[in-house]
Nanobody, 127 residues
Framework: QLQLVESGGGLVQPEGSLRLSCAVSGRPFRDSLMAWFRQAPGLEREFVAALRWDGGSKTYAASVKDRFSISRDNAKQTLDLQMNRLEPEDTAVYYC????????????????????WGQGTQVAVSS
């Protein structure tokens, strides 16, 4: 059983930066899948980025690929998302998620494959 708690959200101006962190309680497996999703009002939950807990592979949504960076700190058991050059379109509630067992890379963007979710942290980008 895992518990995930996100932090680091807030209000930022366009072109600004934020760093989100997800504290993971419990012990993921080496090949567990860790991800960030986001959901804007009135829209479906959207994939942002994912990586394997052992750091072997990473993938990003096209809309954030050159601006966001996903990473993990095994010692602290945190999953982080560094967000640079933020745009108003990035405004959403951001969620971290974990899938304990590996799955095909083609499914990493599917919210339905994840077993555990945090409560979310709000990010607002506005001048």
């Amino acid at each position: 059983q895992l518990q995930l708690v996100e932090s680091g959200g807030g209000l930022v101006q366009p072109e600004g930066s934020l760093r989100l962190s997800c504290a993971v309680s419990g012990r993921p497996f080496r090949d567990s899948l860790m991800a960030w999703f986001r959901q804007a009002p009135g829209l479906e939950r959207e994939f942002v980025a994912a990586l394997r807990w052992d750091g072997g592979s990473k993938t990003y949504a096209a809309s954030v690929k050159d601006r966001f960076s996903i990473s993990r700190d095994n010692a602290k058991q945190t999953l982080d998302l560094q967000m640079n050059r933020l745009e108003p379109e990035d405004t959403a509630v951001y969620y971290c998620a974990v899938r304990l067992r590996p799955t095909m890379p083609g499914r990493w963007r599917d919210a339905a494959v994840y077993d555990y979710w945090g409560q979310g942290t709000q990010v607002a980008v506005s001048s």
